[in-house]
């Protein structure tokens, strides 16, 4: 029990990975998109309704997006490009929790010094792998351009095309 208690003081806290993600979330609300893109047009006009075409690719999106149908057109990007940035900070919150909570304990060297039972990383640089992983991938071009404008992105075509 006591060595339980121990690596849970010196391990990562739960909230670091949630405050790192917020943080970017500032930034992606400071950088937000606040009108059409060209890359977002498609993906607005679908839900605003102005597309007759049934979604059959992605019905988790359309679910996901169907409250937005009832807002005036007027505030329909606004809101969609707001709608991406609370997803990116969702995903950046899950990938810091996700790298937190990797077991360290693959070698024997590493068994014999970690001593807790879950064998997360305790030693005063467990910090750093989940704050790396958030900011490689919060500050990377392609998913700060996707988080700061709802593009709706379906990547099934590109797939296939570049298949």
């Not at 121990?6 to 990562?12: D, N």
């Not at 039972?117 to 996707?146: D, K, M, R, Y």
């Amino acid at each position: 029990m006591q060595n339980t208690r121990e690596a849970k003081s010196s391990s990562v806290p739960a909230w670091l990975p949630w405050a790192v993600a917020a943080v970017l979330l500032g930034v992606y609300a400071w950088t937000l998109h606040h009108w059409l893109s060209f890359s977002s047009l498609a993906s607005v006009a679908k839900i605003a309704g102005w597309d007759w075409v049934t979604p059959h690719r992605a019905p988790l999106l359309y679910l996901a997006t169907y409250p937005f149908r009832w807002l005036p057109a007027s505030v329909l990007p606004v809101c969609l490009n707001a709608f991406a940035a609370g997803c990116a900070f969702l995903s950046l919150g899950l990938l810091g929790r996700c790298v937190t909570l990797l077991p360290h304990d693959r070698t024997h060297d590493q068994r014999l010094r970690e001593r807790s039972e879950f064998s997360l990383l305790s030693n005063p640089f467990a910090w750093l792998p989940p704050v790396l992983a958030i900011l490689v991938c919060g500050l990377q071009l392609t998913f700060w351009e996707h988080a700061t404008v709802f593009t709706g992105v379906d990547l099934l075509p590109t797939l296939c095309a570049a298949a």
